[in-house]
């Protein structure tokens, strides 16, 4: 960004922060402590070797209303391992591909970090947002094309997240309707990320659109790309003949590289209670069989790629059984290499704040396939809300 | 003299068989309201204008475990409602936000909302007997419905009309109803839930009914979802206030999403 173009944006800034409303706060805070301790053991044969990996999480949250508009949100994890830390290329990756010359990848060490930290003030017409915050974005349940900061987990979608240190301002233009503008701090300012989201509804639809300009990160390799993607794209989601569905697309632009991601789903529930959901996911960089490059591969494994092949299939079905057992499937399929990865669930509400879960997975694919690696394995999980 | 002895005693005698028998000779003597009127009675009870509750939804599952979430909610008429709940800990701080149709929940952990469309609106909010279309239906009676009276009859010692209740539109939660609507009071006690083939869904049973201003209201609801027996859930309302300042702000995704 020039000089100019820099000045410019603080100026926006200041004018936009002027503009809020400096009513007195109310005389009462408002704040709540809430948070979880979860216990994590996982164990996976991987290629004839058993690997487990066993941690705590603790995680705090701290939430203050200090007055109309004006709050202030923190979330502190504090993660430790133990087990088979040290990951090694071969968990991950076929035969053949290598990371760098070392065959181990990364190694997990304790972590303590604040999760989200954001303070908001705002009107009713303006809220500005800065620190790091959720930028979550997308219909889509697996595969959300424009969420472009923290990629989900695709094993494990609706896991937690870190958040994304940036300075968001959104503008309401109406109940369900809002314009945001986000600046991403990230390396350099040439390399921090800049995007404008519109959120409408239109006759029963959302509908959102999004221009982005950034550099992708590779929470892996803890690298920032020097070349800029520019994006395109919005989501869809809304009701069609009783189902309910969703699209969520975009169109990128990365030197002379470009692409498209698309996603299309739809839900579907029994009269029993039974959840039947589908989603399907084109990937315009993904290639209609394998083998796949080595480079498709680390991109895949840094976050910086959502798969490998061009198109992706997820079914999901869930399903309450007895008292307070829920029982669940997940199948992410690659129909060009005919390789697929199957995650059979079952949670039990243990207790009012306690959760049970356990996860299997399982490749099914050969040597090479997207999800071919011999692999097998699950984990158990318990959370105790606070 | 004698006269005047014989027209009082004539009046005193009048006036204790009307003291005995007069709400009934009276209510015979009224002509029955049709449906139309009664489902508008029952509106002008349960329809809101603007309302700021506190609740306490109970799921108690058949193996004797019990769930317990509280929560706020604010409506304004039949459009608009938000509810925000406050424990157990485990799902404090997720809100919901219905603008006539539309529904959508936020998740404070994930920090993002998601539109609840199409059949997932089947699906049980927070595990609960209520369906999140349960949640999102517009509950003007008079308006979705035709009905009928089946007969009469007494529910829980209170005297009632047995409704039959068809709908006028294809998109309601249910295409058929019958309610007992307590024949006094003009709130429903009863109310069987029915699907297009004509099987009973869901039974739910209103009472602690108390005199709020110029209107009755059930401050407890207990529903039974008839396709499982492994759940029963109470909501039990512990503030309503039907003349809140529900201010508009409080409707819009921005507050769905922050809160404030």
């Keep these: 960004m020039s000089r100019i173009g820099w000045i410019r944006a603080v100026s926006f800034s200041l004018v936009m922060v002027a503009s809020i409303d400096v009513r007195p706060a109310q005389a009462q805070l408002d704040t709540r402590l809430s948070g979880y301790l979860e216990h994590q053991y996982s164990l996976t044969r991987v290629q004839d070797r058993w690997r487990q990996i066993d941690y705590d999480r603790f995680r705090a949250d701290l939430n203050v209303r200090a007055g109309k508009g004006s709050r202030a949100s923190v979330s502190v994890i504090y993660q430790l391992y133990r087990g088979d830390t040290r990951l090694e290329s071969s968990d991950f990756l076929p035969d053949g591909i290598q990371f760098g010359q070392d065959s181990v990848l990364a190694v997990l060490t304790n972590r303590n970090y604040l999760n989200h930290a954001y303070v908001v003030l705002g009107s009713r017409l303006i809220e500005v947002t800065a620190g790091k915050q959720y930028l979550n ?4 349940w697996v595969f959300n094309p424009t969420e472009l900061f ?3 987990n695709a094993l494990e979608p609706g896991y937690d997240r870190e958040g994304i240190a940036a300075l968001s301002v ?9 314009l945001l503008v986000g600046f991403v701090p990230n390396g350099s300012i040439d390399q921090s990320g800049r995007v404008v989201r519109l959120r409408h509804h239109v006759a029963g639809f959302d509908v959102t659109g999004l221009v982005a300009s950034i550099s992708d990160e590779s929470l892996l390799l803890k690298t920032v790309s020097s070349e800029r993607r520019l994006v395109v794209g919005g989501d869809i989601t809304g009701e069609l003949l009783g189902l309910g569905v969703w699209s969520e697309g975009t169109w990128s632009r990365r030197g002379d590289q470009t692409w498209g991601e698309l996603t299309v789903g739809g839900n579907y529930s029994l009269a029993d209670g039974t959840l039947i959901l589908v989603e399907a996911f084109f990937n315009g960089r993904g290639k209609s069989e394998g083998p796949y490059s080595a480079q498709a591969w680390l991109e895949k494994l840094s976050g910086t790629r959502r798969t490998l092949g061009n198109t992706t299939v997820v079914g999901m079905v869930r399903r309450s059984v007895g008292q307070l057992w829920t029982l669940g499937m997940v199948s992410l399929i690659n129909p060009g290499d005919g390789s697929a990865v199957v995650i059979p669930s079952i949670a039990y509400s243990f207790a009012e704040n306690v959760d049970l879960l356990f996860n299997g997975l399982l490749n099914l694919g050969g040597p090479g ?7 097998i394995g699950g984990f158990l999980r318990g959370r105790i809300y606070f | 003299m004698d006269n005047l002895f014989v027209k009082m005693t004539r009046l005193s005698l009048f006036v204790v068989v009307a003291l005995f028998f007069g709400p009934w000779t009276m209510n015979e003597c009224v002509a029955q309201p049709t449906p139309e009127e009664i489902l508008r009675r029952v509106d002008e009870n349960m329809t809101i204008r603007t309302a700021q509750t506190k609740a306490v939804m109970t799921i108690t599952y058949r193996g004797g ?9 604010w409506g304004v008429g039949t459009e608009k409602s938000f509810l925000e709940f406050v424990s157990p800990a485990r799902d404090a701080g997720s809100r919901f936000l219905r603008l006539d149709d539309n529904m959508w929940i936020y998740l404070p952990r994930a920090g993002k909302s998601i539109r609840i469309q199409g059949h997932m609106l089947r699906q049980g909010l927070m595990g609960s007997d209520f369906s999140y279309g349960d949640a999102s239906e517009n509950p003007s009676m008079s308006e979705d419905y035709d009905a009928v009276i089946e007969r009469s009859d007494t529910l829980s010692g209170r005297p009632s009309l047995v409704l ?6 294809k998109d309601v939660s249910y295409p058929s109803r019958r309610i007992w609507v307590d024949a006094e009071r003009w709130v429903p006690l009863k109310e069987e839930r029915y699907a297009r083939s004509g099987k009973l869904l869901k039974t739910a049973h209103m009472s602690d009914v108390r005199e709020l201003g110029d209107r009755w209201y059930p401050f407890r609801i207990d529903l039974n979802n008839a396709l499982q027996s492994e759940t029963q859930t109470t909501l039990q309302f512990i503030e309503l206030d039907f003349n809140a300042d529900v201010p508009d702000y409080i409707f819009t995704i921005r507050h769905l999403e922050s809160g404030t």
């Design chain 1, 150 to 152: 923290r990629p989900k």
């Design chain 1, 170 to 178: 959104r503008f309401a233009l109406g109940p369900m309707s809002e």
């Design chain 1, 369 to 375: 396939d997207e999800y071919g690696l011999d692999q």
């Design chain 2, 65 to 73: 475990d019990v769930r317990e979430l509280e929560f706020n909610s």
């Design chain 2, 164 to 169: 039959y209740l068809t709908a006028k539109r």
């Design chain 1, 137 to 140: 974005w997308g219909a889509a």
